[in-house]
T-cell receptor, first 107, second 111 residues
Framework: KNEVEQSPQNLTAQEGEFITINCSYSVGISALHWLQQHPGGGIVSLFMLSSGKKKHGRLIATINIQEKHSSLHITASHPRDSAVYIC?????????FGTGTSLTVIP | EPEVTQTPSHQVTQMGQEVILRCVPISNHLYFYWYRQILGQKVEFLVSFYNNEISEKSEIFDDQFSVERPDGSNFTLKIRSTKLEDSAMYFCASHLNYGYTFGSGTRLTVV
């Protein structure tokens, strides 16, 4: 049983395209995180959100608590955005991670 | 920008040996975490630590695991008797209010 489901699993885009990665979860949460994992394995926290929408540069994250769904959008994608994007939820007691979306942006 | 530092970056150990993975969280952060990622699998939560004690732990974090903040700066994860299946990348993270900062990880290989 996966508490966090992400889609798509893999995504290839042309440079400049608008990208959306989706995350659905089945548990009650106190916060949802979007993380970026680079090929070397390092993890960077992109967003932590519990409601509404956050924007940082070309990245936008939204969450709909009622629908238990979040999206990560990348505008004007660039090859340096190529990474695995991971959705994770904090239930207050536990963290659950999605399996990640592997994004490749082609020049 | 402040960083979470993990050492060593790679550790190889024999099955049955004890290992200690070290992390230096960001100095004013209050919450500390260990996660692991077995190669090719998703990240898994191990334990959270606040106010010098474990606040939550997962089923993975059994009696073989322990955490300590021995000197107010380091945050360590000890595995008492390593098993082959403990081979993974171990990430430390810390946070205060908003956002988490992750360390670059320690790759543990048990042979």
């Amino acid at each position: 049983k996966n508490e966090v489901e992400q889609s798509p699993q893999n995504l290839t885009a042309q440079e400049g395209e608008f990208i959306t990665i989706n995350c659905s979860y089945s548990v009650g949460i106190s916060a949802l995180h979007w993380l970026q994992q680079h090929p070397g394995g390092g993890i960077v926290s992109l967003f932590m959100l519990s409601s509404g929408k956050k924007k940082h540069g070309r990245l936008i994250a939204t969450i709909n608590i009622q629908e238990k769904h979040s999206s990560l959008h990348i505008t004007a994608s660039h090859p340096r955005d190529s990474a695995v994007y991971i959705c994770a939820v904090n239930t207050g007691n536990q963290f659950y991670f999605g399996t990640g979306t592997s994004l490749t942006v082609i020049p | 920008e402040p960083e979470v530092t993990q050492t060593p970056s790679h550790q190889v150990t024999q099955m049955g040996q004890e290992v200690i993975l070290r992390c230096v969280p960001i100095s004013n952060h209050l919450y500390f975490y260990w996660y692991r990622q077995i190669l090719g699998q998703k990240v898994e939560f191990l334990v959270s630590f606040y106010n010098n004690e474990i606040s939550e732990k997962s089923e993975i974090f059994d009696d073989q695991f322990s955490v300590e903040r021995p000197d107010g700066s380091n945050f360590t994860l000890k595995i008492r008797s390593t098993k082959l299946e403990d081979s993974a990348m171990y990430f430390c993270a810390s946070h205060l209010n908003y956002g988490y900062t992750f360390g670059s990880g320690t790759r543990l290989t048990v042979v």
